[in-house]
């Protein structure tokens, strides 16, 4: 009789237990859908905004921000939209201030380091957009950085094949922007893969002459070195960058939260997801002076 009662209290244990279990995984769905349904609120009722908000206050940043908006033209802009709207016609003109907002943040981390892979197909599907009016295109990159953003593929993707590259994108994003939910809901969750300790001991003992060689994008434009220098010194002098993504790694995986939440990508309100990656280039690669785009760019895509 003890015996069937101490069986007794421990399949009641057990039920407890998987019945909190279950609890507690609910609840944290429950939250992540709640976070996207707030996110997707907000893309739906407003616009983005018009300037960027900069984790740092570098020599120059301002300035060059300034420089990138103002190479846009606004006939250039209406027709990228306006085409965007013809084709996505179950999304807004807000859908695409959002967008752009984040291609221009893109292009922004693209004119001051090397490599800056494409996380998103719905913000990449605006750059291509760009690209097809190649004149367009060519003058923005020009008035902007006096160089051509390239557009390639990338044989890495955002599930792991290359996370010291993802890992590489969120150290770069991080130390210029502020990374908040709706960074998730572009760019998939942060901190999931652990920034190379490499990166940090070259920031730590090596000069600004071999950081610019290995890091950022090679320009002859003052205003454009006097950031990337700025850059430099600031990460240089706070070295709790490091730690903090450290910590937010650190937390991530204790949590096991290793996948994205299903609507990370924007899949319910866009077109795309953000499951296909591509990444620019400072290289300056050829290419004919064709008027469009086909769905998948070379290195020359876009370069004349």
Same mark, same amino acid.
């Given at each position: 009789?003890?015996? %069937?009662?101490?069986?007794?209290?421990?399949?009641?244990?057990?039920?407890?237990?998987?019945?909190?279990?279950?609890?507690?995984?609910?609840?944290?769905?429950?939250?992540?859908?709640?976070?996207?349904?707030?996110?997707?609120?907000?893309?739906?009722?407003?616009?983005?905004? !018009?300037?960027?908000?900069?984790?740092?206050?570098?020599?120059?940043?301002?300035?060059? &921000?300034?420089?990138?908006?103002?190479?846009?033209?606004?006939?250039?802009?209406?027709?990228?939209?306006?085409?965007?709207?013809?084709?996505?016609?179950?999304?807004? &003109?807000?859908?695409? =201030?959002?967008?752009?907002?984040?291609?221009?943040?893109?292009?922004?981390?693209?004119?001051?380091?090397? &490599?800056?892979?494409?996380?998103?197909?719905?913000?990449?599907?605006?750059?291509?957009?760009?690209?097809?009016? =190649?004149?367009?295109?060519?003058?923005?990159?020009?008035?902007?950085?006096?160089?051509?953003?390239?557009?390639?593929?990338?044989?890495?993707?955002?599930?792991?094949?290359?996370?010291?590259?993802?890992?590489?994108?969120?150290?770069?994003?991080?130390?210029?922007?502020?990374?908040? &939910?709706?960074?998730?809901?572009?760019?998939?969750?942060?901190?999931?893969? #652990?920034?190379?300790?490499?990166?940090?001991?070259?920031?730590?003992?090596? !000069?600004?002459?071999?950081?610019?060689?290995?890091?950022?994008?090679?320009?002859?434009?003052? %205003?454009?070195?006097?950031?990337?220098?700025?850059?430099?010194?600031?990460?240089?002098?706070?070295?709790?960058?490091?730690?903090?993504?450290? #910590?937010?790694? =650190?937390?991530?995986?204790?949590?096991?939260?290793?996948?994205?939440?299903?609507?990370?990508?924007?899949?319910?309100?866009?077109?795309?997801?953000?499951?296909?990656?591509?990444?620019?280039?400072?290289?300056?690669?050829?290419?004919?002076?064709?008027?469009?785009?086909?769905?998948?760019?070379?290195?020359?895509?876009?370069?004349?």
């Amino acid at each position: 009789m003890g015996s %069937l009662i101490i069986y007794l209290i421990i399949i009641i244990f057990a039920v407890i237990v998987v019945v909190n279990l279950s609890n507690r995984h609910t609840a944290k769905e429950n939250s992540q859908i709640t976070s996207m349904a707030r996110i997707k609120d907000e893309l739906e009722t407003n616009i983005a905004p !018009g300037q960027f908000v900069f984790q740092a206050n570098i020599e120059g940043i301002d300035e060059l &921000e300034s420089k990138l908006h103002r190479s846009f033209t606004d006939t250039y802009i209406s027709q990228i939209k306006q085409k965007y709207v013809d084709e996505n016609s179950e999304n807004t &003109e807000r859908h695409f =201030t959002w967008l752009f907002y984040e291609l221009k943040r893109f292009y922004f981390m693209a004119a001051i380091f090397k &490599e800056i892979p494409m996380y998103n197909l719905d913000i990449d599907d605006i750059w291509h957009k760009m690209i097809m009016y =190649t004149r367009d295109y060519q003058s923005f990159c020009h008035d902007f950085i006096g160089d051509l953003i390239h557009h390639q593929p990338n044989a890495a993707d955002d599930d792991g094949k290359d996370p010291d590259k993802r890992a590489l994108f969120e150290f770069y994003y991080s130390v210029l922007f502020e990374v908040d &939910e709706k960074t998730a809901f572009w760019h998939n969750p942060f901190y999931r893969y #652990r920034l190379d300790d490499q990166v940090r001991r070259d920031f730590q003992r090596e !000069g600004i002459a071999f950081l610019l060689e290995k890091y950022f994008r090679e320009t002859d434009d003052p %205003l454009l070195y006097k950031v990337q220098t700025g850059l430099i010194e600031y990460i240089q002098s706070n070295d709790q960058i490091f730690d903090e993504m450290d #910590r937010n790694y =650190t937390k991530k995986k204790n949590k096991k939260d290793v996948a994205a939440p299903a609507d990370s990508s924007g899949a319910v309100i866009f077109a795309g997801g953000a499951d296909n990656t591509h990444d620019s280039s400072d290289s300056s690669g050829g290419g004919d002076s064709s008027s469009s785009c086909g769905s998948s760019c070379g290195s020359g895509c876009g370069g004349n």
